[in-house]
């Protein structure tokens, strides 16, 4: 309303908030939002169906989907796999440990068909395939006596911190050197008019720590809610069974993203 204007960082929040669900789509919706021509209006693509392991949880998922317009059946099919991602946690023979991993405890759940190391033995296996010089070397133990879900999970993260220190690692050497992109972060946005901030003006402030306290706070909370959603994205159950995946302490392959 004119009697209430909102404040810089109101906008900032909701130019935040926008540019989230715009980068968020395409990971979140079972089809994603292609790619236009600027300034065209583009529509969602759904596939007819879904495929998951559980037929249940599928039947339960294409009930809603199926009984939604056409412009909603993406948003819906997003929110119902993720409330039976909900419903599967809290589940208490399918959910995680109360404890959760490393610890949890061995269900049998997905092993019987899996072809993943389950014990000591398939890991010294395949570290010896991997790297015949150096073997099995496990000084602190993990593997013994571990659950088949424990090694899941350990190899899993592993995978997963290797990936981002590489990726840190290169991102870290391009900011110190001053690389960035050639336009702008933040500036006249949807009738907004904010400070203009180029990715130039933060390169600018310093070194990587520097650039990161040099950005605005909606471009922090937006890259911390980006990061969060697709840690979420890549856990949920129904969405690696779409791929014909299985969670990782379920079986399936550790370091696998839907």
Same mark, same amino acid.
């Given at each position: 309303?004119?009697?209430?204007?909102?404040?810089?960082?109101?906008?900032?929040?909701?130019?935040?908030?926008?540019?989230?669900?715009?980068? !968020?789509?395409?990971?979140?919706?079972?089809?994603?939002?292609?790619?236009?021509?600027?300034?065209?209006?583009?529509?969602?693509?759904?596939?007819?169906?879904i495929v998951l392991a559980d037929k249940?949880?599928?039947?339960?998922?294409?009930?809603?989907?199926?009984?939604?317009?056409?412009?909603?059946?993406?948003?819906?099919?997003?929110?119902?796999?993720?409330?039976?991602?909900?419903?599967?946690?809290?589940?208490?023979? *399918?959910?995680?440990?109360?404890?959760?991993?490393?610890?949890?405890?061995?269900?049998?759940?997905? +092993?019987?068909?899996?072809?993943?190391?389950?014990?000591?033995?398939?890991?010294?296996?395949?570290?010896?395939?991997?790297?015949?010089?150096?073997?099995? +070397?496990?000084?602190?133990?993990?593997?013994?006596?571990?659950?088949?879900?424990?090694?899941?999970?350990?190899?899993?993260?592993?995978?997963?911190?290797?990936?981002?220190?590489?990726?840190?690692?290169?991102?870290?050497?391009?900011?110190?050197?001053?690389?960035?992109?050639? +336009?702008?972060?933040?500036?006249?946005?949807?009738?907004?008019? *904010?400070?203009?901030?180029?990715?130039?003006?933060? !390169?600018?402030?310093?070194?990587?720590?520097?650039?990161?306290?040099?950005?605005?706070?909606?471009?922090?909370?937006?890259?911390?809610?980006?990061?969060?959603?697709?840690?979420?994205?890549?856990?949920?159950?129904?969405?690696?069974?779409?791929?014909?995946?299985?969670?990782?302490?379920?079986?399936?392959?550790?370091?696998?993203?839907?």
């Open positions: 309303p004119a009697s209430h204007p909102s404040t810089p960082l109101q906008l900032a929040l909701r130019r935040s908030l926008i540019m989230l669900s715009t980068i !968020a789509t395409p990971f979140a919706l079972n089809a994603g939002m292609p790619m236009a021509n600027a300034g065209r209006v583009v529509s969602p693509v759904m596939k007819a169906n249940e949880a599928e039947a339960r998922i294409m009930a809603i989907v199926d009984a939604e317009p056409g412009k909603t059946k993406s948003a819906a099919m997003c929110s119902r796999m993720a409330a039976e991602n909900l419903d599967r946690i809290r589940d208490e023979e *399918l959910g995680c440990a109360a404890m959760g991993p490393p610890f949890t405890m061995p269900t049998g759940l997905g +092993w019987d068909t899996s072809t993943e190391p389950k014990n000591q033995e398939d890991m010294v296996a395949l570290a010896k395939r991997l790297n015949p010089v150096v073997g099995f +070397w496990d000084p602190l133990g993990i593997v013994d006596d571990a659950s088949p879900e424990t090694i899941g999970w350990f190899r899993h993260a592993e995978i997963k911190h290797g990936r981002v220190a590489m990726a840190g690692f290169v991102g870290y050497c391009l900011q110190s050197n001053g690389v960035h992109f050639p +336009w702008g972060i933040q500036g006249q946005f949807a009738g907004y008019d *904010l400070p203009a901030v180029s990715f130039g003006d933060i !390169a600018a402030a310093g070194g990587p720590a520097d650039q990161w306290d040099a950005l605005p706070t909606a471009g922090k909370a937006q890259i911390l809610l980006v990061i969060g959603f697709l840690e979420m994205y890549g856990e949920t159950s129904a969405a690696l069974e779409m791929d014909g995946q299985k969670h990782y302490v379920r079986g399936g392959k550790p370091g696998y993203y839907p």
